[in-house]
């Protein structure tokens, strides 16, 4: 059997490449082409165009998306900061700490993420009813908390867990105690790790959408306000100008976070 040039086989893993990339890029592309063009122009069925405009994002801003952004930036932040708060403790006890039933614990921590969130959402929704959370930043931010902190938990575990434990043996050699040991020398080395799982956090509660429609009505977080207001008008490029409003952030806490990911990953494969 004669085999095939090699050559072939790299064609067909860069058109792979190729279509893979595509599909991402194209509709990134058209979104942001038509989020700033003309009505005229795009309804003229033109398929390029040098007329730009931004009364799309103009209008959007007037009916409410630039407190919906500041909305979803704080909703995110508070996301971030629960969930490290109580993650990087958990984090580090399952990196640091051998205990009986420590896997099952990383399973349990893993299986919390098994149920769609829809099933606990009206149980979720009386809650905060009742504990007069409803409607507010707080309330939608423990709830993205809780989706996120099974995965902060399991970062963050394999993190420490790439962090030699002789230099915190060293650390208390000198006469450090067990708490600067970790503000000083843990912390300092997981902090590139650390600011990606932050971003990813941070991303996490930026797209989410369901929860925010659920729990929230005059407070809503920016993906909720697209889906209930802005998809809901005619004009479609007033669609795409939300839809650049939302990946916009997205796409600037990737590009920022990309040499991040890669120590985080590195740190993880340890």
Known sequence: MVSAPAWI???????????????????????IVYAFTPLDVYYSNAILTTSFTLDHVKTLWI???????????AVGAMTVGISFLLGLPGGYALARYVFPGRDAVKLAII?????????????LLKTFFNLGLNDTLIGLALAHTAMALPFVVIITGSIFGGIPR????????????????????TLPLAAPGLTAAGMFTFLLSWNEVFMASVLTLVNRT?????????????????????????????????????????????MAAR
Not at 111 to 120: D, K, Q, S, Y
Not at 168 to 174: D, L, T, V, Y
Not at 254 to 265: D, E, I, K, S
């Open 63 to 73: 009916l409410g998306a630039g407190e919906a952004f500041l909305r979803s930036v």
């Open 9 to 31: 086989g790299e064609l067909a893993r860069y058109a792979f490449l190729a279509v893979l990339v595509s599909w991402i890029l194209v509709p990134l592309a058209i979104s």
């Open 222 to 266: 920016l993906p909720a306000f697209i889906l209930n207001s802005a998809f809901a008008t005619p004009i479609e490029p007033i669609r795409f100008a939300a839809a650049f409003m939302l990946i916009l952030p997205a796409l600037v806490f990737m590009f920022l976070a990309r040499r991040y990911l890669v120590t985080m990953w590195a």
């Open 166 to 185: 002789d230099l915190e043996e060293a650390g208390m050699i000198f006469g450090l105690s067990s708490i600067m040991v970790f503000l000083r020398i």
């Open 111 to 123: 299986a919390t993420r098994m149920f769609p969130i829809i099933v606990i959402s009206v149980s």
